[in-house]
């Protein structure tokens, strides 16, 4: 697949800003090139706008090339900045899973994009086939997201790959509560796809959120897309250096993913007790969507609490839900102490 040939004409032909930082890279021990105040180091530099050092380190872990790994401020960032690389305002449109994350289709409302939704199936999952037909020749990127928010559940894998196989566009799968999955994350894939792009997230498993960091694993071609449209410092120094520091302490995430995965199970099986939960479904993820008599009631009946909960209720397919973030033992006992007082 010729990924130019997808890339709006005014993005293909850009001649992106380039910034001193582009121009020189490598070691000097006089500094003039940038405008920059000599005094108050490190903060007076500006950071490097490639994130190399950050990519070496996640390259190590999630064993993608550092290539293939762009990085924005959250994922909020390569889901705009996809949009603004691949779709024409008013003319292209997109199609995404329904119910799915919020982002896709405020970013298509943003950028002017048409956002046709395919409603997932009984079991919260979906087809490509169905994708597929709601496509046509101005469709330029589709959005999944596995496990997905807000369901919980991970999509079914064979209907994963049929669709990156046969869309003759972007496919974009969202795997930012991969890490609390028992299924494999398709980012050692993306090689042999040259239109996937997953991206991931520090905000969950790696506990992170505040410093707003996303990563998008894709081919070489997309990923310079999106680094020729990207604010060209658009990684902080704080967040690059908090970043360093968080890779190198992997293994604390692997034992937060532990624990919260175990207290997972354990909060399912105390809301399975109580008499006001309605279904408990399936969840891959660091939450649980569960439905309840009157969704807006317990909300609120919580909120009185001092517990905050996400109401799902006008959300498709998920009236009478809420969506519970699994916390601390001592978090959760609170809530499931109170819901017995509802
Ligand atoms: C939380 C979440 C993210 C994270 O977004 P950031 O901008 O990286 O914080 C991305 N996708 C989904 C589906 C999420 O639920």
Known sequence: MDIKNLLRKNIANLQPYSCARDEFKGEASVYLDANENPYNAPYNRYPDPLQWKVKEAISEIKH???????LGNGSDEPIDLLYRAFCEPRIDNVVAIEPTYGMYKVCANINDIEYRKVLLNNNFDFSAEEMLQVADDNTKLMWL????NPTGNSMNQHEILKLVQNFKGIVVLDEAYIDFSSQPSFAKRIHEFDNLVILQTFSKAW????IRLGMAFASVEIVQ????IKYPYNINILTQKQALKALQEKEQVSNWVKILTSERSWLIE??????LICHIYPTDANFVLVKVDDANSVYQYLVNKSIVVRNRNTVSLCLGCIRITVGTREENEVLIENLKGY
């Open 64 to 70: 993608v090339p550092t290539v293939n790994i762009f």
């Open 145 to 148: 997201c596995s496990p997905n």
């Open 207 to 210: 506990g992170s959120a505040a």
């Open 225 to 228: 897309a999106l680094n020729k």
């Open 270 to 275: 105390e809301l399975k007790k109580l008499d």
